[in-house]
């Protein structure tokens, strides 16, 4: 019900748009997660836009990745600029709903999408 897409490898310094587009879930407006795990890692929250637009960036991100949505597509999108190796993971989108402040944790989350790779290299 949530499908990433825009993975792939670039060089460091390089830039992709990942895409996540949700189907079939309960509720409309869901705020919606992009998280990221790396081998060996624990999964880190990169960033979260809510339904009424409000968003935040993991320190790591914040000034290079930017997070957008298409309600009429039911779809997020995470631009990611001047890539480098240490944002090599597999990346996940997640929804739930008025999380509020809880939305930085990973159990507030209901649904998540199959991941997919970003490697920068």
């Known amino acids: 019900q949530l499908v990433e897409s825009g993975g792939g490898s670039v060089l460091p310094g390089g830039s992709l748009r990942l895409s996540c587009t949700a189907s079939g879930l309960p509720f409309d407006d869901p705020d919606k997660g992009w998280y990221r795990q790396a081998p060996g890692n624990e999964c880190e929250l990169v960033s979260f836009i809510q339904s009424t637009g409000s968003t935040w960036y993991s320190d790591s991100v914040k000034g290079r990745f930017t997070i957008s949505q298409d309600s009429a597509k039911n779809t997020v999108y995470l631009q990611m600029k001047s890539l480098n190796p240490e944002d090599t993971a597999e990346y996940y989108c997640?929804?739930?709903?008025?999380?509020?402040?809880?939305?930085?944790?990973?159990?507030?989350?209901?649904?998540w999408g199959q991941g997919t790779q970003v490697t920068v290299s």
């Open positions: 997640a929804a739930t709903w008025a999380c509020g402040a809880a939305c930085i944790r990973p159990s507030v989350y209901s649904y």
